[in-house]
């Protein structure tokens, strides 16, 4: 037994669908704030520095905040803290509309983010706990990639609606009303549930974790300001990698360690988790640098500029499912070789970009691009779910959704620095910002490969094979590893049960 649930009966289709919809929440909300950044810099006075930490303040406090908020999903009860996550979204969000200053949109953002950490891989916990089954578990995972890319994809669309219509401040209050009918279907139709032995608070962790994090990328956005070799600049890194290797001192040491690091020994769950970053590298980069193209370099308005990325937004939703379909039919490897090519060769046509560029011209490489995006997630999410004990499933989500949005921060800082050092500013510095893209397609083509092989394979039965520090903890079973190696590979679960020996 690896979970306790109340016994409250419910429609998994409805646990399902509740879910996605404060997955939708989140998602929506990391790319819909791009196509308002340049009203929102014009309202509010804002540089491009200010731009990139109305991104990254929110991306970054969930990359910082995700695992501890599976854990003490599983520790508290995950209803608990999935119900507090909502109305805390919500209530940012209405704060996020509210504010009179680019200052108080960042900390009202972060707190936007808080609440965020506490929905998505709560989110995912339940599900994985509602879905036993191995089949019907890779396609609620399905769904929810799907969900993941249509929201994200759809962000500029609505976004660019919103303000024309309205005005910035309501791609903030669209939330309000959407997270509070969450919140109550939470209360009335999703039964609590908590993992029998949760994982200890890691503090320690959790600050090493944040001060990498927030250094590094504080250091990347402000390094074309103040110079690379600034003391402050060069302070901010040594900081950043003192606390990457305090974690990966620490962490070995503790009984319930923020980071499972004895799981990164598999291929298959490293590879994924890598190609993630690599992933939300490409699409926070192209998010962010594209809005600035299309609206400061174009002209265009924010429905105009938003309605081009249309291309991107159908095709990461059609693509999303199909994924989804591909990785429990074939596994792991077409989908994310296929995603990687897609994005390099989209990012590639966009190298020689200028005013003059057509229409239709955009349209093929932004189609390319979703094409990537929408292919991408489902072989993700579920070689990390798949590949760590169920009574971790919080955590097993939280490490996925964080490296997506560690991706989504540097992307927007690594792009915004380059935009920021380049001398002529944007127009100059477009060739470099798609080669980046370029090069993360690549990769993730390449580790596509490089995890799916059969010595990946191997190197993940070992990891879940092996037996847990704890003496008071189960050990996970061979038959376990067994098959959460098949659902990370995207084996049948069906074949691995029925050739099982009783």
């Keep these: 037994m690896t979970t306790t649930t109340s016994t409250r009966n419910v429609s998994p289709g409805a646990v399902l669908a509740i879910c996605c919809c404060s997955l939708f929440l989140v998602g929506i909300d990391v790319t819909i704030v791009n196509i308002a950044l340049p009203t929102i810099r014009r309202d509010l006075h804002s540089s491009l520095s200010g731009q990139q930490w109305v991104i990254d303040s929110y991306s970054l406090v969930l990359a910082a905040m995700l695992i501890f908020s599976g854990s003490l999903g599983d520790r508290l009860g995950r209803r608990r803290v999935f119900l507090t996550g909502l109305l805390a979204f919500s209530a940012a969000s209405l704060a996020c509309g509210l504010a009179p200053s680019l200052g108080w949109l960042v900390a009202f953002r972060i707190v936007q983010a808080v609440g965020g950490s506490m929905m998505n891989p709560v989110a995912m916990s339940i599900i994985v706990n509602t879905f036993r089954e191995p089949a019907a578990r890779a396609r609620a995972i399905g769904v929810w990639a799907a969900v993941v890319g249509l929201s994200m994809a759809l962000g500029p669309l609505v976004g660019g609606a919103l303000v024309d ?142 309605v081009r990325t249309l291309p991107m937004a159908v095709l990461a939703a059609i693509c999303a499912p199909l994924s989804g379909r591909l990785v429990a039919a074939t596994g792991a490897r077409l989908p994310l070789v296929v995603s990687g090519l897609a994005t390099a060769v989209g990012a590639a046509l966009l190298v020689p970009i200028d005013r003059g560029t057509s229409t239709s011209y955009l349209f093929l490489a932004y189609a390319l691009i979703g094409i990537g995006f929408g292919l991408v997630n489902a072989p993700i999410t579920n070689a990390a779910t798949s590949g760590m004990p169920r009574d971790q499933a919080g955590v097993a989500a939280a490490i996925a959704s964080t490296s997506r949005q560690v991706g989504m921060s540097l992307g927007v800082a690594v792009s915004g620095s380059l935009i920021a050092g380049t001398a002529g500013g944007l127009p100059s510095a477009l060739p470099a910002v798609w080669w980046l893209v370029v090069g993360c397609g690549v990769g993730i083509s390449v580790l596509g490969v490089l995890g799916t092989t059969s010595r990946a394979q191997a190197s993940a039965a070992a990891v879940l094979a092996a037996p847990e520090r704890e003496e008071n903890r189960e050990p996970v079973r061979t038959r376990d590893a067994a098959r959460g190696l098949g659902d990370a590979a995207g084996v049948h679960g069906r074949a691995l049960d029925q050739g099982e020996v009783a």
Excluded: K
């Design 165 to 306: 219509a309205a005005g910035w401040r309501w791609i903030f209050w669209v939330n309000v009303p959407v997270g509070l009918a969450a919140a109550a279907l939470t209360w009335r139709w999703i039964p609590e549930s908590r993992a029998p032995r949760p994982r200890r608070f890691d503090p320690l962790g959790q600050l090493l974790v944040a001060v990498a994090l927030g250094c590094l990328t504080y250091a990347i956005i402000h390094a074309p300001h103040v110079g690379w070799g600034a003391p402050s600049t060069v302070g901010l890194l040594i900081a950043a990698a003192a606390a990457t290797a305090g974690l990966l001192a620490v962490e070995p040491r503790r009984h319930d360690p923020l980071v499972e690091l004895r799981f990164f020994r598999s291929t298959p769950f490293s590879t994924a988790t890598v190609c993630a970053v690599a992933a939300f590298v490409a699409m926070g980069t192209f998010l962010f640098v594209n809005t600035l193209f299309l609206q400061d370099e174009l002209g265009l308005s924010a429905l105009a500029a938003g």
